[in-house]
């Protein structure tokens, strides 16, 4: 369910290999594959439609020619862009926080432009905003200010708002839809996340080897409690609550607690109770 599949988890497999022995694969029938790239792959668990990253150097997938629609955690490191138009200079030599810019043109192709002179009088020099927007087929007015460039170029695709990992999924013909920010009560992948972290630290004795023996605790724990079932249900749930004119706070109380506030962010038991009243 969770991008990271536990957090920190796999980002520790190779400074602690024994993390990597322990896999979804005794809770699930079986997994597909759907992306990969650089020594990591994005695949789907079949039982569960959920996803994880493996830190497995594999072979391409070939399931890039069907349409996936993914939904991930909006955490920062999985949102950050590859660069943005801030970042670079107006003019040549400034600074430039890319080699090359990458981005899908309205027929859906993948282009991609050079940020460095690769020959000339100015080899290895950045090109700057003035010289970008040639490549990139934008005009501009003559005399044209640093202020006015930005406005421009800010329409043009290759600036959009989109995040490395959306980069990455649209070269597989796969949509990342980011769950939204500040909303644990839609977000079922924190819900997970939360699970697993209240069943480890209510059950540790602070050594590294009795964590990794709940990691793969907590897996069992939220699988044989169906806990996913009780997350989809308020996900449904606060959705309905949402378009009937229910408030955040609203929302907070009904399916969390009473003392809840919208001014406290903070992780809440997900209780069966609350859910079956309403």
């Known amino acids: 369910m969770n991008l ?3 957090r920190g988890h796999f980002g520790h497999c190779f400074m602690y290999p024994t993390l990597c022995k322990f896999s979804w694969k005794s809770h699930v029938l079986y997994r597909k594959p759907i992306l990969r790239e650089g020594g990591a792959a ?4 079949e039982t569960f439609s959920a996803y994880v990253m493996e830190p497995n150097i594999l072979s391409h997938s070939t399931h890039h020619t069907t349409s996936h ?3 991930v955690d909006n955490a920062r490191t999985h949102t950050t862009k590859a660069y943005s138009l801030q970042d670079f200079g107006k003019n040549i030599g400034s600074r430039c926080p890319v080699e090359t810019i990458e981005y899908v043109d309205e027929n859906g192709a993948t282009k991609v432009i050079d940020c460095y002179f690769k020959h000339g009088a100015n080899k290895d020099k950045s090109k700057g905003l003035l010289e970008l927007y040639k490549d990139l087929g934008v005009k501009l007015p003559a005399k044209v200010k640093l202020d006015k460039i930005l406005e421009i170029l800010s329409k043009h695709r290759a600036f959009h708002n989109v995040t490395k990992l959306e980069m990455l999924a649209i070269k597989y013909n796969v949509k990342i839809i980011y769950c939204p920010k500040y909303h644990c009560e839609l977000n079922a992948i924190e819900g997970l996340w939360c699970n697993q972290k209240a069943f480890i630290r209510s059950r540790t004795d602070q050594s590294f080897e009795k964590m990794i023996k709940l990691i793969s605790d907590s897996r ?6 169906k806990i996913a079932l009780k997350l989809f249900r308020r996900f449904w749930r606060s959705i309905e609550a949402y378009s009937q004119g229910q408030t955040y706070a609203d929302v907070l109380k009904l399916f969390f607690s009473q003392l ?3 001014s406290i962010q903070s992780h809440r038991r997900i209780s069966s109770t609350n859910i079956n009243e309403h």
């Open 42 to 45: 994005l695949t789907y668990i």
């Open 260 to 262: 809840c506030k919208t």
């Open 69 to 71: 629609k993914i939904v």
């Open 220 to 225: 069992t724990h939220f699988v044989e409690r």
């Open 4 to 6: 990271h599949g536990q």
